[in-house]
């Protein structure tokens, strides 16, 4: 007699190996998703602080060189990377925008007198949907934050 496995052995074993690949792939990408979501929620958690002791220590925003209310609107990325590590955002005229996956996900803008607010623009991805409806995420952007104070001058 010979040995090895019958055709019907090997199917049932495919089948099998099916139905564990067909429980297992969509849990793995919720994990991918819920991990997305972690990491965003505390990369913004920390570009706000970031931003908060940069304005608090300098009393005024990056590149900004008119001292009249509004916008900031001198900010760019380069000024915009000295005040914050965050690889997920980046500004342009004074405009903040956080990007979750290569789309962008929220944007924020920069008052000359400390304030980010106006929080708009917010992303329709499933992930970015998630990260703006964790409730430490939308206290920091559904509300104005002002950092600093007026600045001393002697």
């Known amino acids: 007699m010979k040995k090895g496995f019958t055709m019907i052995e090997l ?11 067909a429980v297992a792939i969509p849990r793995l990408a919720a994990t991918r998703d819920d991990a997305k979501v972690s990491a965003s929620a505390t990369n913004i958690a920390t570009m706000y602080s970031d931003l908060g002791s940069y304005f608090t220590s300098q009393g005024h925003w990056a590149g900004e060189t008119n001292t009249s209310t509004g916008t900031a609107d001198n900010v760019d990325v380069a000024q915009f990377k000295s005040m914050t590590n965050v690889a997920d955002a980046n500004a342009t005229d004074g405009v903040i925008s956080f990007y979750i996956d290569s789309t962008k996900c929220f944007d924020v803008t920069l008052d000359r007198n400390g304030t980010l607010g106006s929080v708009a623009n917010k992303g329709n991805s499933t992930v970015c949907t998630e990260v703006i409806n964790l409730p430490n995420v939308k206290a920091l952007i559904d509300s104005n934050q002002t950092f600093g104070g007026q600045k001393i001058t002697r």
């Open 11 to 21: 199917i049932f074993v495919i089948v099998i190996l099916g139905i564990l690949a």
